[in-house]
């Protein structure tokens, strides 16, 4: 039987851990099947600024990873990446999603 593809987990993190991240998630493929990236800027007051550029910005380079997946294996996928990159850096959040299809 087919799990749903019932949430979308998002990653956000610094760009300097993209690979790191995207390692791990490959290394599940019985949890991501597969996974968008996009690039954006982020700003916290928690956040540490790397570069020059950033602190003067106000604002750090970020990617934001995002999966349509089963919601207990978004739990399972964060409970790895907690134990393995253990970084408050990185955020996560966990959405709701009503429906997940391709158009053909």
């Not at 700003?43 to 750090?60: A, D, H, I, T």
Request: charged share 30%.
């Amino acid at each position: 039987m087919r799990k749903p593809l019932d949430c979308c987990l998002t990653i956000v993190c610094h760009e300097s851990m993209e690979e790191r991240l995207v390692d791990h998630l490959l290394e599940h493929p019985d949890l991501i099947s597969g996974f968008s990236i996009a690039r954006i800027e982020g700003y916290s007051r928690k956040e540490k600024l790397p570069s020059m550029l950033e602190r003067v910005r106000g604002r750090s380079k970020r990617i934001e990873i995002r999966t349509v997946i089963n919601q207990l294996d978004a739990n399972e996928m964060i409970a790895h990446l907690k134990e393995e990159e253990a970084n408050g850096d990185v955020a996560y959040w966990i959405s709701p999603v009503l429906e997940f299809g391709r158009l053909a």
